[in-house]
């Protein structure tokens, strides 16, 4: 049973560029969260997507963006990278139907350079 | 602003003995609490939670207590063994919404 899968698994981008992360679900999961990690801190909460919409924002400009797709696998989306971008980005996902974490991918490590 | 937890610290125990690993968080208003372990290269995994209806809850050779008196949460390991060895974070759900406050995390190594 494949668990939360990460597409790409590191990239590298210049300033100003616009970057798309993909993320599909455990199998049976329906909700995806997305979340930044910056080097030496704890996962931060971008967005959550249920039912293709996004649900909850956490304190992220508008240039992050995100979708969802009728088979819960889901895209974030970066314009405009900063230098500050860089981190690495978590997908998780869980099941609406059973309360309880979230089962994470490892990430795509993002470098703006 | 939101926060659980503080700067990363490092906790070195002996292969064999007992860790415990505190985190304080910040959101009274939180009902739900996740304790994570990251290694390298990978995502959290999920290693045990506790609701705010309770005090303790124990897993396999794991234990999380919670004191919401003074917003004060720990991880229990029991017989801490190499495999151990990893970042810890703490999360909270505050109440009504869909996500979690990580704090920075504890960084548990294990002594042979």
């Known amino acids: 049973d494949a668990g939360v899968t990460q597409s790409p698994t590191h990239l590298i981008k210049t300033r100003g560029q616009q970057v798309t992360l993909r993320c599909s679900p455990k199998s049976g999961h329906d909700t995806v969260s997305w979340y930044q990690q910056a080097l030496g801190q704890g996962p931060q909460f971008i967005f959550q997507?249920?039912?293709?919409?996004?649900?909850q924002r956490g304190n992220f400009p508008d240039r992050f963006s995100g979708h969802q797709f009728p088979n819960y696998s889901s895209e974030l989306n970066v314009n405009a990278l900063l230098l500050g971008d860089s981190a690495l980005y978590l997908c998780?996902?869980?099941?609406?139907?059973?309360?309880?974490?979230?089962?994470f991918g490892s990430g795509t490590r993002l470098t703006v350079v | 602003g939101e926060s659980v937890g503080l700067h990363l610290p490092t906790l070195s125990v002996q292969e064999g003995d007992n860790s415990i690993i505190n985190c304080a968080y910040s959101?009274?208003?939180?009902?739900?609490f996740i304790w994570y372990k990251q290694e390298s290269g990978k995502g959290p995994q999920f290693i045990i939670d506790?609701?705010?209806?309770?005090d303790k809850r124990q897993g396999q050779r794991v234990t999380v207590l919670l004191n919401k008196t003074v917003k004060h949460l720990s991880l229990q390991i029991a017989a801490t063994q190499p495999g151990d060895s990893a970042v810890y974070f703490c999360?909270?759900?505050?109440?009504?919404?869909?996500?979690?406050?990580f704090g920075t995390g504890t960084r548990l190594k294990v002594l042979a």
């Open positions: 999360a909270e759900k505050p109440t009504g919404t869909y996500k979690y406050i």
């Open positions: 998780a996902s869980s099941s609406s139907q059973i309360r309880g974490g979230y089962t």
């Open positions: 959101n009274s208003a939180s009902d739900y």
């Open positions: 997507y249920y039912e293709e919409e996004e649900r």
């Open positions: 506790i609701r705010s209806n309770m």
